[in-house]
RNA sequence: CGGGGUGUAGCGCAGCCCGGUUAGCGCACCUGCUUUGGGAGCAGGGGGUCGUGAGUUCGAAUCUCACCACCCCGACCA
């Protein structure tokens, strides 16, 4: 065995880290907390990328970027922004390196020191509302719907490897209307593109939600979330999308004269998802073989093993491939022949179950002979003699099976992990043992939900937007409270 | 920022306690032959500032001190 990978059950967060890694998908690098995203890696993330950015345009955004850095003064004009982020800046002091007294020795220059510090960004909203300000003027140029791709940098504490890097690679969208109602109409239709593509792409169910004031993005009016349940039973928050009120409209003097002649401040809104989609992409469908990639993700869905004694037997095999490899193409699947010597089927089985790669179809002498190929689904294991007549039809609706088995285990096991109660011993105990999320009813203040947390280190993910009005008493107060809401330890 | 751990070949590790030939092992790599339906076998081969810097000593991977880096676990966050 070349490869050994920690199981879920011995220890979690090693079994994620192992895959990870293994798999190829990234690595560590030589600075603290950054990650190196290697190529199998951002090959899917270029697929959530290519997706989402094309949703992005058919709704009317358009991609645009910006400075990677930011003059400190922006971040202080508005108030809980400021707040939100100051803790976990990176400040670009100097720009200038001399040679210090020592050989090789380099040294930041004192004499280079800027006169305003620089922060890399760890989100764009000042230096964009700062830009908006100059390019809005009328209702005219209203509503302006700009994305950007970009890395920032949140220098955490404690990192793990996509989930929480101190650079990160995501698109934030950044957005002005000449109304409230736009404004949050906006906000949820992000939300849902978001919630579309982890269920239907990433084969990942998730809950919309709205979060309480505690979890809110600083500076925001409301913080919608998209929030998923993992294998250990943790909850991951998958996308945000804010509306953000004219709070950054007024820190930064932005307003639009309307059909009447009159001044008002835009309302505005701010959306993003990030590489930490990849880390979710793994702990929702992986298993102890190793990675499972979802076909609507896998840069490559197909993969083709020959088996073979000898190179005229290869040779067969490789004309047998092609064609099968032509039939693949023409239905748009994406497919790779392994014909390298140096490795035996058997590591090559191996190595794709790692990669994740959803099929592999197996061709041998018996199978030649016998018009057959052996077809093995990743997501189940199974394996299966198919007739190569008609095979690529097979193979396509396989794929299908393979990306809707996804979500709907995804589903069962996020379903079986919702559970509701009334008892707050009985919530300590399932946030102990079981795990998942919890529906319970809060009495709608902060220091309620810090206190939970406190004592459970449970936070309330989201109050989910389809949720039903329903009187209750607060699971930890008893206080009057109209509605449950959603508890989880999380990511 | 606290607690723990690790640093020896590309990767994973042993050696260190108790200092002493040329620093080993597995995987990977190179060459050749045999193999190929679930991580091949044999033979030969290449590859090392033992994290860094001081110190102790005739002699340091090994003992002492300092420093650095990374990982894991907690508090803070997408």
Not at 370 to 383: F, I, L, P, Q, S
Request: include cysteine; glycine fraction near 6%; hydrophobic fraction near 40%.
């Amino acid at each position: 065995m070349a490869k050994e990978i920690t199981s879920r059950q011995a220890d979690y967060s090693q079994w994620y880290n192992d895959l990870v890694l293994k798999s190829g998908l990234a690595d560590y690098s030589d600075v603290r907390g950054c990650m190196i995203i290697k190529p199998y890696g951002y090959a899917i993330w270029e697929k959530m990328k290519q997706y989402l950015d094309s949703k992005f345009k058919e709704t009317g955004h358009q991609n645009a970027a910006f400075p990677l850095l930011i003059p400190k003064s922006f971040f202080s004009k508005e108030a809980e922004h400021v707040e939100g982020f100051a803790k976990e800046c990176a400040v670009v002091t100097h720009y200038r390196l001399k040679a210090g007294s020592k050989p090789n020795e380099l040294i930041v220059d004192p004499s280079a020191k800027l006169e305003e510090e620089l922060i890399i960004r760890p989100t764009s909203e000042t230096i964009i509302w700062s830009t908006y300000k100059k390019w809005i003027q009328s209702y005219r140029d209203l509503p302006l719907l700009i994305n950007q791709w970009a890395n920032v940098v949140r220098w955490e504490m404690r990192t793990k490897l996509f989930l929480r890097t101190s650079e990160f690679f995501w698109q934030e969208g950044h957005t002005a209307h000449a109304t409230r109602k736009e404004a949050e109409t906006e906000a949820r239709l992000m939300l849902q593109i978001y919630a579309d593509f982890m269920e239907k792409i990433m084969a990942v169910p998730v809950i919309k939600g709205v979060k309480t004031a505690n979890e809110r993005f600083a500076g925001a009016v409301d913080t919608f979330t998209v929030e998923s349940m993992m294998q250990d039973g943790k909850a991951l928050q998958m996308g945000t999308s804010h509306f953000l009120g004219q709070n950054f409209a007024k820190a930064f003097d932005v307003q639009y004269l309307d059909k009447q002649g009159k001044l008002n401040y835009v309302w505005a809104t701010s959306w993003g998802v990030s590489t930490r989609l990849m880390g979710a992409l793994v702990m929702a469908h992986s298993d102890d073989e190793g990675l499972v990639i979802p076909p609507a993700l896998a840069p490559i869905q197909v993969v083709i093993v020959p088996i073979y004694r000898n190179t005229d037997q290869l040779s067969e095999i490789s004309n047998a491939a092609e064609k099968i490899m032509a039939d693949l193409k023409k239905l748009e699947i994406s497919v790779k022949f392994d014909n390298d010597d140096s490795k035996k089927p058997g590591w090559k089985f191996a190595e794709y179950e790692l990669k994740g790669i959803p099929v592999r179809i197996a061709i041998g002498p018996r199978d030649l002979a016998n018009g057959t190929m052996e077809v093995a689904r990743r997501d189940t294991r199974e394996k299966s003699i198919i007739n190569m007549d008609g095979f690529a039809n097979e193979i396509k609706s396989l794929l299908d099976s393979i990306q809707q088995n996804l979500l709907q285990k995804a589903s069962i096991f996020r379903n079986e992990h919702l559970t509701t109660t009334d008892s707050f011993d009985e919530f300590k105990e399932i946030i102990e043992n079981k795990g998942g999320f919890i529906s319970a009813h809060w009495d709608g203040t902060s220091e309620t939900e810090l206190k939970i947390k406190e004592l459970t280190k449970a936070t309330i993910r989201c109050i989910p937007l389809d949720n039903k009005l329903e009187e209750g008493a607060c699971i930890f107060t008893g206080k009057n409270s109209k509605q449950r809401v959603l508890f989880a330890r999380s990511y």
